[in-house]
T-cell receptor
Framework: KAGVTQTPRYLIKTRGQQVTLSCSPISGHRSVSWYQQTPGQGLQFLFEYFSETQRNKGNFPGRFSGRQFSNSRSEMNVSTLELGDSALYLC????????????FGAGTRLSVL | DAKTTQPTSMDCAEGRAANLPCNHSTISGNEYVYWYRQIHSQGPQYIIHGLKNNETNEMASLIITEDRKSSTLILPHATLRDTAVYYCIVRPYGGATNKLIFGTGTLLAVQP
């Protein structure tokens, strides 16, 4: 079974631009969560989607948004990029009935110049 | 979700058991203990979870004290590939969200 796939793996953007990151969960998983990891703040929860609906959101500004499609694939978007948005963005999927066990992708490393 | 406390770093000799402690003195009755690890530049990886009984799988063993205020993750024969940051997370099993709250974790360095 294929794991969680995140694309692209690396991305370089400049301040003010916007970016879209993609996540394909493990087949059959309907829940997708996004996390941001920085050296200063560690791993922080961004948001979670289940059956195309956002059901939980972390403490991030409105520039961070996401969505989930009917095939459970998810995208997250960051508008008006700031230098502080440079981070590793991780996606995790979770199967129903496995009690919050998250399966993480390798992440997308975003650098904002 | 209950707060956890872990040592910042630990060393272990290759081939020896690695014992990683976690304090969770405010754990609630419905909260489980989950362990994840993150090898450098990779996504976190689930290891094991438990409620009150000791648990073992192919990766590790989890020992939870009788009062459930602390636990220990045991890697029985550590290898260099076990060098990683280990996170102890306490949260309810199931529920309306899969959100995980990560602390700072323990950096385990396995020495040759």
């Amino acid at each position: 079974k294929a794991g969680v796939t995140q694309t692209p793996r690396y991305l370089i953007k400049t301040r003010g631009q916007q970016v879209t990151l993609s996540c394909s969960p493990i087949s059959g998983h309907r829940s997708v969560s996004w996390y941001q990891q920085t050296p200063g703040q560690g791993l922080q929860f961004l948001f979670e989607y289940f059956s195309e609906t956002q059901r939980n959101k972390g403490n991030f500004p409105g520039r961070f948004s996401g969505r989930q499609f009917s095939n459970s694939r998810s995208e997250m978007n960051v508008s008006t990029l700031e230098l502080g948005d440079s981070a590793l963005y991780l996606c995790a999927s979770n199967p129903a009935g496995e009690g919050n066990i998250q399966y993480f992708g390798a992440g997308t490393r975003l650098s904002v110049l | 979700d209950a707060k956890t406390t872990q040592p910042t770093s630990m060393d272990c000799a290759e081939g020896r058991a690695a014992n990683l402690p976690c304090n969770h003195s405010t754990i609630s009755g419905n909260e489980y203990v989950y362990w994840y690890r993150q090898i450098h530049s990779q996504g976190p990886q689930y290891i094991i979870h438990g409620l009150k009984n000791n648990e073992t799988n192919e990766m590790a063993s989890l020992i939870i004290t009788e009062d459930r205020k602390s636990s220990t993750l045991i890697l029985p024969h550590a290898t260099l590939r076990d060098t990683a940051v280990y996170y102890c997370i306490v949260r309810p099993y199931g529920g309306a969200t899969n959100k995980l709250i990560f602390g700072t974790g323990t950096l385990l360095a396995v020495q040759p």
